[in-house]
């Protein structure tokens, strides 16, 4: 299984979850944006400032005690037209926990964000896990690219130029609206909006 992502996930992987979303429509110019592990008042109102004033909308993949913590700011998210998702309670990593654990985790989730979209934390899955959650949703969501932008070893432009090099049509791509990916966030994520806009992309929503 993979320990660590690369920035667009190999055809291997995507084919042993096939089941999952890695990317959308490829012959639309379209793109569609995902923030993970949010709400946090550090990050998340920011990004939905430099969202609305370019009018982009976005996906937010939340985790459920953020969203209890930080109630107002997850209305905010809908409210701005934005998507969520459930990212489970506790960011619980499918790997260091029992499948019941995994499973009660991201039913707590639902109780905080009433979505039928879900982003496994950290990407990790069995395959097993599969069946299960597409009883209880109707996305398993993962991505095209990653931006990177958690990675302390990288600059804000290195994070830019991760999803430059990589986007196209119909990529899912992540960012995070955490604490630990603000200092490359809060430069690459404007960069990044204003490319994507200059190169005639449109933003959907899962
Ligand atoms: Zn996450």
């Not at 190999?10 to 709400?39: Q, S, V, Y």
């Not at 430099?50 to 700011?73: M, S, W, Y």
């Not at 430059?164 to 430069?187: C, E, N, Q």
Request: positive net charge; hydrophobic residues 35%.
């Amino acid at each position: 299984m993979i320990r660590s992502w690369s920035i667009q996930p190999p055809a291997w992987i995507r084919l042993i979850f096939k089941d999952a979303l890695w990317r959308m429509d490829k012959d639309e110019k379209t793109i569609f944006l995902t923030f993970d592990d949010g709400p946090v008042q550090e990050v998340t109102p920011w990004v939905c400032d430099e969202l609305k004033r370019r009018d982009v909308k976005a996906t937010f993949f939340c985790v459920g005690e953020n969203v209890t913590q930080h109630p107002d700011i997850y209305q905010r998210v809908i409210e701005d037209g934005h998507k969520t998702g459930n990212h489970s309670f506790n960011h619980l990593p499918a790997w260091r926990c029992s499948g019941k654990e995994y499973f009660r985790n991201i039913e707590m989730g639902m109780s905080q964000i009433g979505s039928k979209l879900f982003r496994p934390p950290h990407g990790q899955l069995y395959p097993w896990q599969m069946s299960k959650l597409k009883g209880l949703f109707s996305r398993v969501v993962m991505w095209d690219v990653l931006s990177k932008d958690y990675d302390k070893r990288l600059s804000a432009e290195e994070v830019f130029q991760n999803v430059k090099h990589h986007v196209r049509p119909g990529s899912i791509i992540v960012f995070h609206d955490s604490v630990k990916a603000w200092p490359r966030l809060k430069k690459a994520l404007p960069e990044t909006l204003d490319y994507l806009i200059g190169q005639g992309y449109s933003f959907g929503l899962l």
